[in-house]
């Protein structure tokens, strides 16, 4: 994404435009699942994700001025640039947003998220999160046990669940990667 200061809920895309692929976002540990948002609470597919990967808790985000207090202070703080211990797991049932995460060179890429995208950020990587113009997204947050909300900001180089992503992003891309 560029680097311009402009709002945070606009594409951001480079000039020129540069999309990245699926295959990309796997290579830095994002997984991504496109579901029925129509069909959530009786969808196989999400059931069969959920037990493969142990997401045996689940609540509901309804992210709006509207619905939230404290909307600009979260919204704030979702775009502060962060890891987690844990991955982070969002399904988006409506609305949209951008997930923006760091590459192996420290850049932005830029994730929308859109009804029906299921996404998984590796814990240790950094990334934060913003609403797109729209305003609203409904996401479902799935958890490994019971749900840890703590972010830590960055920088946490020395945090040992950012070395154990940094040093897999070193052993799949074969050079050392600078943990910036």
């Known amino acids: 994404m560029d680097d ?7 594409p951001h895309h480079p000039n020129p435009k540069e999309l990245l692929t699926m295959d990309y976002l796997a ?15 009786n969808d ?3 059931g069969k994700i959920r037990d493969e990967r142990g997401y ?21 703080n979702f775009f502060t640039e962060h890891i987690h211990k844990d991955e982070e797991i969002r399904y988006c049932l409506a609305g949209s947003g951008y997930f923006d ?10 994730i929308l998220i859109k009804p029906g995208d299921l996404i998984v950020l590796p814990a240790g990587i950094y990334h934060r999160f913003t609403l797109d113009t729209s305003n609203y997204i409904k996401l479902m947050r799935l958890f490994v046990g019971e749900p840890v909300w703590t ?11 950012r ?18």
């Not at 290579?27 to 609470?41: A, C, D, M, S």
């Not at 972010?151 to 669940?161: D, G, I, M």
């Not at 992503?165 to 990667?177: D, R």
């Open 163 to 180: 070395k154990e992503y940094i040093k897999s992003l070193t052993h799949k891309f074969g050079e050392s990667i600078q943990a910036h």
């Open 4 to 10: 311009s200061n402009e709002d945070q809920r606009l």
């Open 44 to 46: 196989s597919e999400l």
């Open 56 to 76: 045996d808790y689940m609540d509901m985000l309804d992210l709006c001025p509207e619905k939230v207090s404290n909307y600009e202070e979260k919204l704030k």
């Open 101 to 110: 995460v760091r590459d192996k060179y420290d850049r932005w890429i830029r």
């Open 27 to 41: 290579e830095l540990g994002v997984l991504y699942w496109k579901l029925n948002p129509e069909n959530y609470e």
């Open 151 to 161: 972010p830590y900001n960055r920088p946490q180089e020395e945090h040992p669940v």
